[in-house]
């Protein structure tokens, strides 16, 4: 009779230490476990009380970070009655690199000391950031190499953002 109900925590407690358990993750992003705001880089929120699609503009944009921009704005279009609750924002080193964006419809942002910030040893540039309204950057998704990745990345993007929306009661 013991055996019958010891069993069961036996097996629950060598799946779990041996690692065979895969618990249900349901974002697609990099969840940003340290609290890192707007402030704490020393930068000023540029779309405060919205939900921001933020993305790291490299110092050389080549041919992929230019699919990302397009697809950034693509994205944007794709939220359809959410769309006033969500800026899109591209983040660079430098001003010169965003002049080209003037007419774009992004909310720019200059950050000259951005990189040499301690808080920013996990990003890259190229990667993608959702930032909360409050300024709080809440998950980030790595730098991609190919075009089926990045079609991937900015759906999960997508869905992530969609769900946060929806469970969100600011912005």
């Not at 769309?83 to 000259?112: K, Y």
């Not at 190499?145 to 759906?155: C, G, I, P, R, W």
Request: glycine content about 6%; overall charge negative; aromatic content about 8%.
């Amino acid at each position: 009779m013991l055996l019958i109900f010891a069993l069961p925590v036996i097996a629950a407690k060598l799946i779990l230490s041996m690692n065979w358990y895969q618990s249900g993750v349901t974002n697609h992003g990099v969840l940003i476990d340290s609290q890192l705001h707007y402030q704490d880089l020393r930068l000023a929120n540029p779309a405060r009380h919205t939900w921001q699609m933020a993305f790291l503009l490299p110092q050389d944009c080549g041919e992929i970070c230019q699919q990302q921009l397009h697809l950034l704005k693509q994205s944007h279009i794709a939220l359809g009655k959410d769309q006033p609750r969500v800026m899109p924002v591209v983040i660079a080193a430098n001003e010169e690199d965003l002049t080209a964006l003037q007419d774009s419809g992004f909310v720019l942002l200059a950050a000259p000391e951005l990189w040499e910030q301690p808080e920013m040893k996990s990003f890259a540039g190229q990667d993608f950031v959702l930032i909360d309204p409050l300024g709080q950057w809440v998950m980030r998704y790595p730098t991609v190499t190919s075009q089926d990745e990045l079609s991937d990345e900015l759906k999960g993007l997508l869905a992530d953002l969609r769900k946060l929306l929806k469970l969100s009661r600011v912005g």
